[in-house]
């Protein structure tokens, strides 16, 4: 990550060094947890739903009720 002189801390997840509070998903914003989140493109997401519904098979996680297909 970017140096953040508000967070010095910094915690490392997916062999990359993130400052604690940025380590959020990219879509919905929720706090996520080092090791347990998804990347992609160097950005990070929450595992379910953010990244299932956004790059993972279609229908991933959601039951089918939902058909939205995204383009990787």
Do not use: I
């Amino acid at each position: 990550g970017t140096l953040c002189p508000l967070f010095p801390q910094r915690v490392t997840s997916l062999g990359k060094d993130w400052h604690r509070p940025c380590l959020k998903c990219e879509k919905c914003n929720k706090t996520l947890s080092p090791g347990s989140h998804a990347e992609h493109e160097g950005k990070p997401y929450c595992h379910n739903p953010c990244y299932g519904a956004m790059f993972g098979p279609k229908g991933f996680g959601r039951g089918g009720t939902e058909s939205h297909a995204y383009a990787k």
